[in-house]
């Protein structure tokens, strides 16, 4: 399958492996979750983005563990639990039992995000943070040794289906060049208004995963836009542009 292939070595990169692309279940038809998400798998989606929202650091409000509970007994495709909520702390085992295997935090959200990300690794999860457009990627320099990934918002969080902010594929090339530059194992994650036309871009730019919400569910066939954007990251992986 073209997702598994080896990316092209470049520079100092030495941690980085084949692109994944994690399709985002906010835009799912909920009446028919299971066989999407069976659908999507098959077609080559290597990871799941679940976008937990609480109504109060997000205006939306989305699923909790029940959800995630129900999502795990469909799928072995890792889930990847963005938590857009307050009080995440209070949460983090509720998740990693309900079947997270990475659960991504915003820092704006939490007093000691050090012992959060601790609390998520104890649980044997991959931690991650995640970053809104608004929050400084060198923020992260200090903490990118406790981290396993980066979600870099390429939206404002709440909201599936809105406009990419061009923008954020600087702060991708930026937190590239820092990772590699100490040679860390942690990924890059872009989320947000990635589509068709600017995935490619987005891996170019740094991202070793590319979450899509609208762009693969609201597409006539999911399954085959999800190759369609593949295809794309292909291209960017083995061309580098
Ligand atoms: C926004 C969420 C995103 C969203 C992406 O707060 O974190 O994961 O579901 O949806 P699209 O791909 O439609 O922008
Ligand atoms: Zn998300």
Known sequence: MPQTEPRRPSGNDAFRGATRLAPSILSADFSRLREQIVGLERAGAKQLHLDVMDGHYVENLTFGPLVVDAIRRITRLPLD???????????IDVFCD????????HPETLHHLDRTLHGIRDNGKKAGVALAPSTP????????RNL??????SVHPGFAGQDFIPGSLARVE????????????VEIEIDGGINIGNVREAVTAGADV??????????????????AMLEEMLEAETTGT
């Open 81 to 91: 639990v963005h938590l857009q909520i307050e009080n995440a702390d209070r949460w």
């Open 98 to 105: 309900a079947g997270a295997d990475m659960i991504a935090v």
């Open 137 to 144: 990627i060198r923020a992260m320099q200090e903490l990118l």
């Open 148 to 153: 396993d990934y980066v979600i870099v918002m």
């Open 174 to 185: 930026r937190l590239r060049s820092m990772i590699s530059r100490d040679a860390l194992p």
């Open 210 to 227: 590319v979450v899509a919400g609208s762009a693969i569910f609201d597409a006539d066939d999911p399954a085959e836009r999800l190759r």
